[in-house]
């Protein structure tokens, strides 16, 4: 069972819609969670974090966790085709390496 | 402040050649990663220095790999006798204890012929 797992996509959404990313993760210990977005060429920028149960928002971001169900989204909001990336998700326990995932290639459709 | 640097860029080597990819993490960032990207796929953990613990070597690849941090601060990874599946993107990213977000660097291109 991969550490944390992820839909390779790609996910097509249009323009203006709400943009859904899901993550699983194995490890019931962890304890930060990260979004990252990359584009094409780039090396991956850190869009949020989440560190307690519920819900995060950072202009049109919503990140949310869910402990329990070992369970980490990203929701964009009002999607734009400057959205079309890979959004890798990234787990940590204090005191251990990161895991990330192998990344959820979204298209952003004008 | 300044982010994560690294160098050389692009970098074409032969293959069976050694080679030498640096990184210089964010001032006062305690821990750095290394992360080897190819063409299409996702991240490869390669290396992890946290502090003055011994550093996380489980995804090395092949003994041809090592990496050194010197003072806490900058970072050599050297791969010796270079494979053409050596190709891809190496890329360094750095955090403040190990806990926080980490950070990327603009990644080195390594190409081997």
């Known amino acids: 069972q991969k550490e944390v797992e992820q839909n390779s996509g790609p996910l097509s959404v249009p323009e203006g819609a709400i943009a859904s990313l899901n993550c699983t993760y194995s490890?019931?210990?962890?304890?930060?969670f990260f979004w990252y977005r990359q584009y094409s060429g780039k090396s991956p920028e850190l869009i949020m974090f989440?560190?307690?149960?519920g819900d995060k928002e950072d202009g049109r971001f919503t990140a949310q966790l869910n402990k329990a169900s070992q369970y980490v989204s990203l929701l964009i909001r009002d999607s734009q085709p400057s959205d079309s990336a890979t959004y890798l998700c990234?787990?940590?326990?204090?005191?251990?390496?990161?895991?990330f995932g192998p990344g959820t290639r979204l298209s952003v459709l004008p | 402040g300044a982010g994560v640097s690294q160098s050389p860029s692009n970098k074409v080597t032969e293959k069976g050649k050694d080679v030498e990819l640096r990184c210089d993490p964010i001032s006062g960032h305690t821990a750095l990663y290394w992360y080897r990207q190819s063409l299409g796929q996702g991240l490869e953990f390669l290396i992890y220095?946290?502090?003055?613990?011994?550093?996380?070597k489980s995804g090395l690849p092949s003994d041809r790999f090592s990496a050194e941090r010197t003072g806490g601060s900058v970072s050599t990874l050297t791969i010796q006798r270079t494979q053409q599946e050596d190709s891809a993107v190496y890329l360094c990213?750095?955090?403040?204890?190990?806990?926080?977000?980490?950070?990327f660097g603009p990644g080195t291109r390594l190409l081997v012929l």
């Open positions: 490890d019931r210990g962890s304890q930060s």
């Open positions: 220095f946290q502090g003055n613990s011994a550093p996380d």
């Open positions: 989440i560190y307690s149960n």
């Open positions: 990213a750095s955090s403040l204890h190990g806990t926080e977000a980490q950070y």
């Open positions: 990234a787990v940590n326990k204090f005191g251990q390496n990161f895991v």
